[in-house]
């Protein structure tokens, strides 16, 4: 039988054992949440502890959901001795660092914002005050968890940012800072598979990082997700593109790129350009994807570990659309939620929960364990249909301090419209 040992707590982590539990695959999660997936108890810093376990329930792959044990070295440390399906801590440094990332992108010409690094903030300061960019992003340059970007409205909030992060908002990881030109467009996400050659590239999926409705807010970790996202033949090409000539520029710096390849992009009126890399899928972009893929994605992601991903292609996905909204605290971004109940309604056949920040006492019942706490997700064969679906499907979950956006997916004029008309009736 194959076994996989996927290693996370979130609902990305859920969504994968689900999909590889459907292929009959025997799964476990670690440190893993409230799912319902056997948790070893293993030390997922110390490499031997986790093959050692790996040898002995004969497990031949293990997939790394989260960012931080690829920027630590996790890859390397397993040696190969069992498969990983995910980059060494060299290939890591794409999203483990945003100087690297944007150094990279210049060096290959590979389009993106024009962009300078700051270490302390008299110099960010001055160049912010004599800036003449249309819009500043503020970025730490190290590992945030999603919340280490300000788009910054005005050049007073763009210095507070500077200020914030330099002074230790991340610690190490904001010790340095990029300052970008902000890029204005249509943004999407575009993830693919790769052996280090080839790419699969998955559907381009929209990320609603605001934490309230009409992208108001702090930036987060990401409130909701939407899919397929439909762009021209055009530029469908030109990000296939960018994303080959990523792979490519990175074996020329010597990196055997395996595991997933996330660009952010900002789709312009001069075409795609890359606002960030990530080293991993996304969460809840994998909560979606997982949804929309119908191919073997055991094969899949051992054919990427092993050099063989080009035997797995063309990969297949569902046509529908697919939404999924996550439900969080309502402290999140800015504290997490531990031992509230979570009560689950009745639900269609087509809603998937996926378990983020939970956890279960002793008697077997879910209790919240974080800020982002589920992912509930839908498929349609209408992106208004799924997103309907799944703020119904939201509505049943029931705990105290219960947070989610219901606009995921609308067009944000449209939908300030519907909301005013909805607030006057």
């Given at each position: 039988?194959?076994?996989?040992?996927?290693?996370?707590?979130?609902?990305?982590?859920?969504?994968?054992?689900?999909?590889?539990?459907?292929?009959?695959?025997?799964?476990?999660?670690?440190?893993?949440?409230?799912?319902?997936?056997?948790?070893?108890?293993?030390?997922?810093?110390?490499?031997?502890?986790?093959?050692?376990?790996?040898?002995?329930?004969?497990?031949?792959?293990?997939?790394?959901?989260?960012?931080?044990?690829?920027?630590?070295?996790?890859?390397?440390?397993?040696?190969?001795?069992?498969?990983?399906?995910?980059?060494?801590?060299?290939?890591?440094?794409?999203?483990?660092?945003?100087?690297?990332?944007?150094?990279?992108?210049?060096?290959?010409?590979?389009?993106?914002?024009?962009?300078?690094?700051?270490?302390?903030?008299?110099?960010?300061?001055?160049?912010?005050?004599?800036?003449?960019?249309?819009?500043?992003?503020?970025?730490?340059?190290?590992?945030?968890?999603?919340?280490?970007?300000?788009?910054?409205?005005?050049?007073?909030?763009?210095?507070?940012?500077?200020?914030?992060?330099?002074?230790?908002?991340f610690g190490a990881n904001s010790s340095r800072i990029l300052i970008e030109e902000r890029l204005y467009g249509q943004e999407v996400s575009a993830l693919c598979f790769t052996d280090g050659a080839a790419i699969a590239r998955m559907p381009l999926i929209r990320d609603h990082k605001r934490l309230c409705e009409n992208d108001l807010g702090p930036n987060t970790g990401g409130m909701g997700v939407v899919g397929p996202v439909m762009v021209s033949e055009s530029v469908s090409k030109q990000i296939d593109l960018l994303l080959n000539d990523t792979i490519a520029s990175l074996r020329q710096e010597g990196i055997i790129y395996k595991g997933?390849?996330?660009?952010?992009?900002?789709?312009?009126?001069?075409?795609?350009?890359?606002?960030?890399?990530?080293?991993?899928?996304?969460?809840?972009?994998?909560?979606?994807?997982?949804?929309?893929?119908?191919?073997?994605?055991?094969?899949?992601?051992?054919?990427?570990?092993?050099?063989?991903?080009?035997?797995?292609?063309?990969?297949?996905?569902?046509?529908?659309?697919?939404?999924?909204?996550?439900?969080?605290?309502?402290?999140?971004?800015?504290?997490?939620?531990?031992?509230?109940?979570?009560?689950?309604?009745?639900?269609?056949?087509?809603?998937?929960?996926?378990?983020?920040?939970?956890?279960?006492?002793?008697?077997?019942?879910?209790?919240?364990?974080?800020?982002?706490?589920?992912?509930?997700?839908?498929?349609?064969?209408?992106?208004?249909?799924?997103?309907?679906?799944?703020?119904?499907?939201?509505?049943?979950?029931?705990?105290?301090?219960?947070?989610?956006?219901?606009?995921?997916?609308?067009?944000?004029?449209?939908?300030?419209?519907?909301?005013?008309?909805?607030?006057?009736?």
């Amino acid at each position: 039988m194959r076994s996989v040992l996927v290693i996370g707590s979130g609902g990305r982590e859920h969504a994968l054992a689900w999909y590889l539990a459907k292929l009959d695959v025997k799964v476990w999660i670690a440190p893993g949440n409230g799912a319902n997936f056997p948790k070893p108890d293993i030390d997922i810093a110390n490499a031997d502890d986790v093959v050692a376990f790996c040898y002995r329930e004969h497990i031949s792959l293990i997939l790394v959901g989260p960012e931080a044990p690829l920027a630590d070295g996790f890859v390397d440390r397993i040696d190969g001795r069992v498969a990983v399906f995910g980059p060494t801590q060299r290939g890591a440094l794409l999203e483990a660092s945003k100087v690297f990332s944007k150094t990279f992108m210049w060096k290959y010409k590979l389009p993106t914002a024009k962009f300078a690094q700051f270490d302390d903030i008299d110099s960010a300061r001055a160049f912010i005050e004599k800036c003449s960019w249309n819009g500043i992003v503020i970025k730490a340059d190290g590992l945030a968890a999603g919340k280490g970007v300000v788009v910054a409205e005005d050049k007073r909030t763009a210095i507070l940012a500077a200020e914030e992060f330099l002074a230790g908002k991340f610690g190490a990881n904001s010790s340095r800072i990029l300052i970008e030109e902000r890029l204005y467009g249509q943004e999407v996400s575009a993830l693919c598979f790769t052996d280090g050659a080839a790419i699969a590239r998955m559907p381009l999926i929209r990320d609603h990082k605001r934490l309230c409705e009409n992208d108001l807010g702090p930036n987060t970790g990401g409130m909701g997700v939407v899919g397929p996202v439909m762009v021209s033949e055009s530029v469908s090409k030109q990000i296939d593109l960018l994303l080959n000539d990523t792979i490519a520029s990175l074996r020329q710096e010597g990196i055997i790129y395996k595991g997933v390849v996330y660009a952010g992009l900002m789709i312009t009126s001069s075409g795609p350009k890359i606002l960030e890399y990530n080293c991993r899928l996304g969460d809840p972009e994998t909560e979606i994807i997982m949804r929309l893929l119908k191919s073997d994605l055991y094969s899949i992601c051992m054919s990427c570990t092993n050099g063989t991903l080009s035997e797995q292609l063309p990969i297949e996905w569902d046509n529908r659309h697919a939404c999924g909204i996550v439900i969080a605290t309502d402290k999140y971004p800015h504290e997490s939620d531990k031992g509230t109940p979570i009560e689950f309604g009745e639900t269609s056949e087509d809603i998937v929960i996926f378990h983020a920040g939970t956890t279960r006492s002793a008697d077997g019942k879910v209790l919240t364990n974080g800020g982002r706490i589920l992912c509930v997700t839908s498929m349609a064969a209408s992106a208004a249909e799924a997103r309907a679906k799944a703020v119904q499907a939201c509505e049943s979950v029931r705990f105290a301090g219960k947070f989610f956006r219901r606009d995921i997916g609308v067009d944000r004029y449209a939908y300030m419209k519907w909301n005013w008309l909805r607030l006057r009736d």
